[in-house]
């Protein structure tokens, strides 16, 4: 973490980074419970959390496999999520959803567009990125949408959706991308892809910037958004209850 580098896709391109300064600062604006002191010592804290955890789980597989075969499983466990990711979504996307109009995605690695431009849907589809491409969190939504059904004049309309948001409740760069796009059926498209945070506090709040959007800027146009809305049911604590998004939907 502290001495071997990995090169990194950004917006600006490729970069070169230690692992210990890839890390950020976990912001009270986003996770209230945090105390000032937790805000300022959050990066020493996740060096220390993440310590921890791996002693942990390294204890505990020498403790349950001390022949070594838990590496064997780690190692295969890391093709399948991992390494074999992109790989293995390129494929289900091209065998499965080849036919359809518009693909909403979320929590994308930055090489997830490297894979896309080498595939059979690259001749079909196009891929439309976030301005900024996230390659530290690698969790972008993206959109991919048929040539056959959209006109090529694709415009990106995030930042417009992003100035819609209430006073004080801010994106994480890269989990929105909004596009106005007009289908070869002559009507217009308000079209959005969201990866809502881990407790669905930004769910409602991005849902009400894009009616908001739709009803002022765009009443032209119809609005379809796909999104990974973390709502629960049941919830627990400050969790978004799925209830309460149909309700408020």
Not at 39 to 66: G, K, N, T, Y
Not at 142 to 162: A, G, K, N, R
Not at 186 to 205: E, I, K, N, V, W
């Amino acid at each position: 973490m502290f001495c071997q580098p990995l090169a990194v896709r950004s917006h600006q391109g490729i970069s070169v980074r230690l692992p210990c300064h890839m890390l950020e600062p976990i912001p009270r604006s986003k996770y209230p419970a945090l105390s000032e002191k937790e805000e300022r010592l959050a990066i020493p804290l996740q060096i220390l959390c993440q310590a921890i955890f791996d002693a942990v789980l390294v204890h505990l597989m020498h403790h349950c496999s001390p022949d070594g075969t838990w590496q064997v499983v780690k190692s295969q466990i890391g093709d399948h999520l991992y390494r074999c990711k992109a790989q293995r979504t390129m494929e289900i996307l091209e065998t499965k959803y080849s036919t359809v109009d518009v693909v909403f995605l979320q929590e994308v690695a930055s090489n997830f567009c490297d894979f896309f431009q080498r595939s059979a849907l690259a001749q079909s589809f196009t891929c439309v990125l976030p301005r900024s491409m996230d390659g530290k969190r690698d969790q972008n939504s993206l959109l991919l949408l048929s040539t056959q059904f959209f006109e090529p004049q694709i415009q990106d309309v995030t930042s417009v959706i992003e100035e819609s948001m209430e006073d004080g409740v801010r994106l994480v760069s890269s989990d929105l991308v909004a596009v106005l796009a007009k289908g070869r059926d002559q009507r217009s498209y308000l079209l959005a892809s969201f990866h809502g945070d881990t407790a669905g506090r930004m769910t409602l709040p991005l849902l009400r910037a894009l009616v908001s959007a739709a009803a002022q800027r765009y009443p032209r146009h119809i609005l379809i958004v796909g999104m990974d809305a973390n709502s629960y049911d049941p919830a627990k604590d400050e969790q978004l209850p799925f209830t309460r998004l149909i309700e408020a939907w």
